[in-house]
């Protein structure tokens, strides 16, 4: 979440006049985060979160909604959207795509490690939120798949010093032979990081920033999150840890057995994404405001001890 468009008062309340959710108390803006204008909601109706939509196309956006106000219809603890009064979920605010959503209670753990209850009670979740997708009508690729990391990576090789090249080939030959599309798959969060997952003590009161969501393989989401939550600061996985979290999710969505030996290598595929977003922010940075890169080195030193898994 970031700030990139300030709002005028007098076109928020025209916006606002849309929804039957009162008189506004506060608006303030959101600084963590890269994609999308975000802002805290607060009006006499309660809290919200409201968001201006900076990179998607608008006729992409509906999905991301659809899919969290599917989860929080299924009891996935997610921002379901507001409808305004004509039964719209996106409206436009300062030329630009908008919504209002749930604000959810709770923290992030961002800035410690995960206790072992915590990747216990996300293991589980995400297990969940897998089968609570299976059936979402909707279908809609991964916008940084496969592909795409192709792709970027060709856009970001002639900027990168030669030990990155080095690395960044490799790993696109590497990967081209590790399938996905013939995995149990669905819906995947796709961003699930410790910023993106609020806790009330040990449980998970909200799952946030939907909007990397799309049709992939249940596993690879699973090795984003491993990813995320597991890594030691020099990049080296807690093994112990890892194995909590698969254990904790394989009691909710048991594995296919075509999915076991492809733990490593898709904990490689995710690193490499991550690496390329992180890349792509530094090499071809947008103007904004309250906004902070993340370093690209902590998912390469990622990238490379996983590595030595497969």
């Given at each position: 979440m970031a700030v990139y468009t300030e709002i005028p008062p007098a076109q928020l309340a025209a916006f606002l006049g849309q929804y039957e959710l009162g008189e506004l108390v506060q608006l303030e803006g959101i600084g963590a985060g890269t994609e999308n204008s975000n802002f805290f909601l607060q009006t006499r109706a309660g809290s919200y979160v409201l968001t201006l939509f900076e990179r998607l196309e608008p006729a992409e956006i509906p999905y991301y909604l659809h899919v969290t106000e599917w989860f929080s219809q299924r009891g996935i603890p997610c921002p379901a959207p507001i409808h305004a009064r004509d039964g719209r979920i996106l409206g436009e605010l300062c030329g630009k795509p908008a919504a209002i959503v749930q604000r959810l209670p709770g923290q992030s753990i961002e800035g410690r490690a995960a206790t072992e209850p915590e990747i216990i009670a996300l293991g589980e979740l995400l297990g969940r939120m897998h089968l609570a997708g299976k059936d979402f009508p909707e279908r809609h690729r991964n916008p940084a798949d496969f592909s795409w990391c192709q792709e970027m990576a060709?856009?970001?090789?002639?900027?990168?010093?030669?030990?990155?090249?080095?690395?960044?080939?490799?790993?696109?030959?590497?990967?081209?032979?590790?399938?996905?599309?013939?995995?149990?798959?669905g819906v995947i969060h796709a961003d699930?990081?410790?910023?993106?997952?609020?806790?009330?003590?040990?449980?998970?009161?909200?799952?946030?920033?939907?909007?990397?969501a799309g049709d992939d393989a249940w596993l690879y989401d699973l090795a984003v999150v491993a990813n995320a939550?597991?890594?030691?600061?020099?990049?080296?996985l807690d093994k112990d840890m890892a194995a909590l979290l698969w254990q904790s999710y394989e009691r909710v969505r048991p594995f296919a057995r075509q999915e076991h030996g492809l733990w490593f290598p898709f904990m490689r595929a995710a690193a490499l994404r991550f690496w390329l977003l992180r890349l792509e922010a530094r090499h071809f940075p947008r103007a904004g405001q309250l906004t902070a890169q993340r370093d690209p080195e902590e998912y390469r030193r990622i990238l490379l001890r996983r590595q030595e898994f497969c």
């Open positions: 060709r856009r970001l090789l002639p900027k990168l010093s030669p030990d990155e090249r080095e690395l960044l080939v490799e790993e696109r030959e590497a990967q081209k032979f590790w399938p996905r599309d013939k995995l149990p798959g699930l990081f410790p910023d993106n997952v609020l806790f009330e003590g040990d449980r998970i009161t909200g799952t946030i920033d939907y909007y990397y939550w597991c890594s030691q600061p020099d990049g080296s």
